[in-house]
């Protein structure tokens, strides 16, 4: 709703601002802390006004390939949405970039940093929240093979009223490129991280804590490279 390149307006633009703030401050609690009854309110609310934005100003690229893959594979349409919006965010990174910057202000306020560079952090901080919140973060962890990808691309580009709104055109090829990132490809891309460097930052996989491994992430490799390495640092000695 906030980039989008058809209807975004400022009524639509002030339920999403606020909608960011609810639900970037209440996600963790909510989902590991059940109990925790102000952060699921919070969590309600925010998605109330994140509806009533993105009715006003329509979803696009991210919803379009989420469609069939909850159609084909029977994926939940939250989930289906979250395995694809981090590489959709950055695809559409030059085109969005100031409002990117101005969301990753709501979500960390008072952190300093240029557009550019709070823009980037705001890819980052999509790229790392499924993971924190114990969430499939890649295509064949829900059933979906590299052989699959064309066919679901094809399938999305069908979706125009939704990829009319995109900041960016979106052509079947980089349809097809944003799954294979989502796919087997992926580990192709995992290169030179280092669990020693001190730029990384390390999260424990899943919401219990469990050090069944964890997710690394180095912030401009991350970005540069379109991926998060899931790297088995931590082995259970059963």
Request: aromatic share 8%; charged share 20%.
């Amino acid at each position: 709703a906030y980039t989008g390149r058809v209807h975004k307006n400022p009524i639509s633009d002030c339920f999403a601002r606020e909608a960011m703030r609810l639900l970037s401050q209440s996600i963790h609690a909510a989902c590991q802390h059940g109990q925790d009854l102000q952060a699921r309110e919070d969590m309600l609310l925010g998605a109330c006004l994140a509806g009533v934005a993105f009715a006003n100003s329509p979803v696009a690229a991210v919803h379009a390939l989420a469609y069939p893959i909850g159609a084909q594979f029977k994926v939940p349409h939250g989930l289906s949405n979250s395995l694809v919006l981090p590489f959709v965010a950055k695809f559409n990174f030059e085109f969005v970039k100031e409002q990117y910057a101005e969301l990753y202000s709501i979500i960390r306020p008072g952190e300093a940093g240029s557009v550019a560079e709070r823009a980037s952090r705001f890819v980052d901080y999509l790229q790392a929240l499924p993971a924190q919140l114990g969430l499939p973060t890649r295509l064949r962890d829900v059933g979906i093979a590299e052989a699959d990808i064309a066919s679901l691309a094809e399938v999305a580009m069908k979706q125009t009223r939704l990829l009319g709104n995109n900041p960016r055109e979106m052509t079947l090829e980089a349809l097809k490129s944003q799954g294979e990132l989502s796919s087997s490809a992926f580990d192709e891309r995992v290169k030179k991280v280092k669990a020693d460097d001190p730029a990384c930052f390390i999260y424990t996989s899943g919401t219990t804590g469990d050090p069944k491994g964890v997710i690394l992430t180095h912030a401009n490799w991350a970005y540069e490279a379109n991926a998060i390495a899931e790297i088995e640092l931590l082995k259970r000695s059963d």
